[in-house]
């Protein structure tokens, strides 16, 4: 199972139920802190969902640096992989992060099992949401809350640090 195989089935299977409803947008690899990193899937319904794919062939050394950006982001988190790092992992993770194992079947599919589930995390920053706007994303939503054009008219920056009270 490659990290192909494991997306794939992960959209038919945990994730078909968000493809169903319309108020659900959801994205492969969708870019956080401006590219530091990419989270797999997210699944984006009023809260953001962030799930990070961990085959058998993977490693684990970006996964720290993946948890602090998930962590600074995302509403809920898991992982979904396969059997060569779930023992690591299930003591790893913080807890507020689910575990979803995913392992091949009799006739060669590929199974899930929830092992942890997601607990709500709340420790998200608003400046790192922010930034998944494009900068004139930001701009119209100032524009709706009636801000002024001196606070529309700074560096990217500084837009998203004024979102971070609306």
Not at 17 to 40: F, P, Q, Y
Not at 161 to 166: A, C, G, S, W, Y
């Amino acid at each position: 199972m490659n990290d192909y195989d494991i997306r794939i089935n992960a959209h038919n299977k945990i994730l078909k139920i968000h493809h169903k409803n319309s108020n659900t947008l959801i994205v492969d690899e969708l870019g956080l802190k401006h590219g530091n990193c990419r989270a797999d899937i997210a699944v984006i319904n009023g809260k953001l969902h962030g799930f990070e794919i961990k085959s058998d062939k993977d490693t684990l050394s970006r996964l720290n640096n993946q948890i602090r950006i998930y962590d600074s982001i995302f509403d809920y988190s898991a992982i979904i992989t396969g059997e060569k790092h779930y023992s690591k992992l299930v003591n790893y993770l913080p807890e507020h992060w689910g575990i979803v194992l995913c392992a091949k079947g009799n006739r060669g599919g590929i199974k899930f099992s929830t092992e942890r589930k997601p607990k709500i995390n709340t420790g998200s920053d608003p400046y790192s949401i922010a930034q998944l706007l494009w900068r004139n994303e930001a701009i119209d939503i100032l524009k709706l809350e009636g801000m002024p054009n001196k606070e529309i008219n700074q560096p990217t920056e500084e837009v998203y640090e004024v979102l971070n009270p609306l």
